[in-house]
């Protein structure tokens, strides 16, 4: 059975990076090929053992970061089938990609290390000397240079896939005032050929100047995808939460208090709270994700890249009060759930692990030095033999930083106890 053709896409939507072959005979859309090589890769698997908002494998039924990027992908999809049913400005020929928006779901948190955001944040702060580090811009770097990890290459992704990925068009040097460097919403500046590229070699015109205003030039699909994660961040999130007793009617009706948020009948925290109740808090997720889906909405636009890719030409709405929501449930979240002394006293073990993983791998492999007189071999030999092969000290800090964000939780906790703890540890250890 032949598929729809899709006329969205043009040629300029599909060219890829690097020629590899025609691939003429693959039965799969580009887009279709570009999801399978994702699923195939170790930076993928990685993802189940990676913190979403409590540490991988404190119980089976917590979110991690793969299983947040199924349900963002999930949520992408429908929201492309929503909007080719609902907008009057796509057809059956012209539509959003679910495929595309799938894979750039499913990607867009690949690059994150372990420990969650504040393992971003410790590896930023560490990285302060070296160009930073960005989960958002570390899945570019997988993407286009290093996902496969055995050939060090990286998947040579569609113009459209590697644009959907790119919710920050800004770079860290430009972000860079009075000696103080970004906390994050940046790209590596050795990264601007592949922004270019994305935008087929155009330069961004004046009034798009780095920042806010440069990273909210979207591609669609980007758009998709960000709508898609913050309907799963503020609702599959809050779910996580009550389960773990983080949050719970006494706690939500203290910080409404606190903050000046109405619990009264028909907001949103007293159907928060009758959910608790009634213990429904995953039927009230999952049918509040379908109301934040039928929420968006297409609009037209024209800019200087809409007569290029239809991919500009259009622009995701939300319903306002759906994003108030959000944001409320997000303010919840964070205030209650993340800034709770259990969470915080994690974290900060999280950031003296890598910490303490930073400081020995530099002094080896960053600045040339022995430890205690003695040239000990740390690292796999693959990443040793490339890090010692390269000459400059930027580029050494960056595949470094590659291993360390690479780990899941568990491998950082174990190379930690293997480095560091005397009673623990085998020649036996599969050492990776």
Known sequence: ??????????????????????????FRTPF???????????????????????WS????????????????????????????????????DYFIDPDLVEVVCLSHDLGHPPFGHAGERSLNYLMRDYGGFEGNAQTLRLLADRIF???????????AFLDGILKYKTLWSELCKDGKTPHNHFIYDPQVGHL???????????????????????????????WADDTAYSLNDLADSVRAGFLSVGRIEAWAEKTGESTAKGTPLADLIKAIQGNRVEPFAGKRIGKYIQAASLREEVNFMSATSNRYRYVVDV?????????????L????????????????????????LWEVFKARYIEGKEISGQDFQLLPDDE???IESTEDANERARLVCDFLAGMTDGNASRLYKRLFVPDFGSIGDLVS
Not at 149 to 159: A, C, E, F, Q, Y
Not at 334 to 356: A, C, D, M, T
């Open 319 to 331: 319903d306002e009060e759906i994003c108030q929501e959000s944001a409320l449930f997000k303010r």
């Open 149 to 159: 990890s055995v050939k060090r290459t990286g998947m040579n992704p569609t113009r």
């Open 384 to 386: 040793a033999q490339e």
């Open 32 to 54: 279709q090929v570009d999801r399978d090589r994702v699923l195939h890769t170790p930076a993928f698997r990685r993802l189940q053992s990676k913190t979403q908002v409590f």
């Open 1 to 26: 059975m032949r598929m729809t053709m899709n006329t969205f896409y043009n040629a300029f939507d599909t060219e890829r990076m690097e020629d590899w072959g025609s691939g003429e005979d693959d």
């Open 57 to 92: 494998g404190e119980y089976d039924f917590y979110r991690t970061r793969l299983t947040h990027s199924l349900e963002v992908a999930q949520i992408g999809r429908s929201i492309c089938h929503w909007l080719t049913h609902s907008s009057e400005l796509l057809r059956p």
């Open 333 to 356: 979240a964070y205030e209650v759930v993340f800034l709770s002394p259990e969470l915080k006293q994690l974290e900060h073990k999280g950031n003296y692990i890598l910490e303490r």
């Open 196 to 226: 270019s590229w994305a935008m087929g070699e155009m330069d961004f015109p004046v009034e798009l100047s780095p920042g806010k205003k440069r990273d909210g030039f979207k591609s669609i699909e980007c758009q998709v995808m960000d």
